[in-house]
């Protein structure tokens, strides 16, 4: 009687679980869509994240029948099924802390970290770290609806976003936002998403939001932020008088205030003047033509005596007159542009000024009077720049990518980190 033994075919292990996850990838795919980034394609099989032992077992084929051999004692014996090659040492991205992916993920542009989100749950979980989301700039993008309001979610403190198109924010949570420095500078934005996002911001220091449209509850939200340092809202429209000093009242800690060209009432003007903050260093306060007045000067350098640069061009009503209040203050810059009934001779007198460095005059001086102007104040640079850069984000060379001196790291444009 002839016994056998017979041979147990090696199981194929179902490899389907690793590569379906059950977690939902639509906040970065909406991500990725919404700032125009194509996701990344999904590998036949991915193994990235597998752990070491079931690749081997994935990829090693199946062992073939053994044949059997015959002894003379009437038992057949199996031959010894032949060993797997092992797999070479290494160490796989599963058995990484979460700190040293961390500081890998630190390195990534904008558009690889979206990507990496996809790879697997834990990869998802760590790409959505505050610590990597501290910086963005946007630039000039289209922001699909839902975009901005997520990405603001994921603890973002530094954005730079001028010029871009935004879509409703779409916040899932009434949680107050990081921001602490916003550029939104002729966004396209309706004034309901400029103000659903300034309303979650209580904790912001530099605020730019020139040439928009605003309302009432923006100019309210930015009274919420009480550390406020430097607001620019330069060309802007839309909210009440009322609000605007309720707003100059709340921000104590103002520094460098930039109101010039909004579309400002009498009302506007004579509200902002008898509520700017005593902490006004710097201010621009240009573009009023007949609305800003001698004696609102007087008043102005009685509440802001800290007041070291003022930017009035374009007030046609002032006159040397006003030359009295400056002198109470240590200005070290001053805008007269298009002052124009103030005289070339007249300006001769800001020469008592000591602490004056930079004068700015356009379309008072001719050429010719410019040069006399400049011999009889050698120690003031006079017309040196067309623009004042108070407040403003962004200044001097088109490359420069920082605002108020800080560097945004994640960008869609690949830079240079």
């Known amino acids: 009687m002839r016994k056998h033994l017979q041979e147990i075919p090696a199981s194929a292990m179902n490899t389907s679980r690793l590569n379906s996850w059950s977690w939902d990838a639509k906040r970065s795919s909406d991500l990725l869509s919404g700032m125009g980034v194509t996701p990344m394609e999904r590998d036949l099989q991915d193994t990235e994240n597998t752990p070491q032992d079931q690749i081997v077992h994935n990829t090693t084929p199946p062992l073939k029948k053994q044949k059997q051999k015959e002894k003379d004692d009437g038992f057949v014996i199996a031959r010894r099924p032949r060993t797997s090659r092992s797999s070479p040492p290494g160490i796989s991205w599963d058995s990484l802390p979460d700190e040293l992916l961390l500081g890998i993920f630190s390195y990534l542009h904008l558009t690889d970290l979206l990507r990496a989100s996809r790879v697997c749950k834990r990869w998802n979980r760590l790409s959505c770290d505050e610590s990597l989301w501290q910086s963005v700039d946007l630039t000039g993008k289209h922001l699909v609806n839902g975009v901005i309001g997520k990405l603001l979610s994921l603890g973002v403190v530094v954005l730079r976003c001028p010029r871009s198109c935004l879509g409703e924010p779409l916040f899932k949570q009434v949680r107050p936002l990081r921001l602490q420095h916003a550029d939104f ?80 009432t009498a009302d506007h003007v004579k509200n902002s ?90 379309g008072i001086v001719t050429d010719n009077s410019l040069q006399a102007l400049k011999e009889s104040l050698p120690h003031i640079k006079v017309n040196g720049s067309f623009f004042s850069t108070i407040a403003r984000p962004t200044s001097g060379h088109k490359k420069n990518r920082d605002i108020w001196g800080l560097r945004c790291k994640l960008s869609l444009n690949r830079i240079d980190l």
């Open 185 to 264: 500078s002729n966004c396209t934005a309706s004034a309901d998403t400029l103000q659903s996002i300034i309303s979650r911001c209580h904790n912001l220091h530099n605020l730019s939001l020139e040439g928009l449209e605003l309302s009432d509850g923006t100019i309210c939200g930015i009274a919420q932020n009480s550390d406020l340092i430097r607001l620019n809202l330069g060309g802007c429209s839309g909210f009440s008088p009322e609000s605007l000093t309720q707003m100059l009242k709340s921000c104590t800690s103002l520094e460098e205030l930039n109101l010039s060209w909004c579309d400002f």
């Open 273 to 362: 003047v008898q509520s700017f903050p005593s902490s006004l260093t710097q201010l621009n306060f240009s573009g009023y033509r007949q609305n800003l007045e001698i004696t609102d000067i007087d008043i102005l350098a009685q509440r802001c005596p800290d007041l070291i640069s003022l930017d009035l061009s374009d007030s046609v009503m002032l006159t040397a007159d006003c030359f009295s209040a400056f002198q109470q203050l240590r200005l070290q810059h001053l805008g007269l542009s298009r002052c124009y009934q103030i005289t070339p001779t007249a300006l001769l007198d800001l020469g008592k000024l000591l602490h004056l460095k930079t004068l700015s005059v356009f």
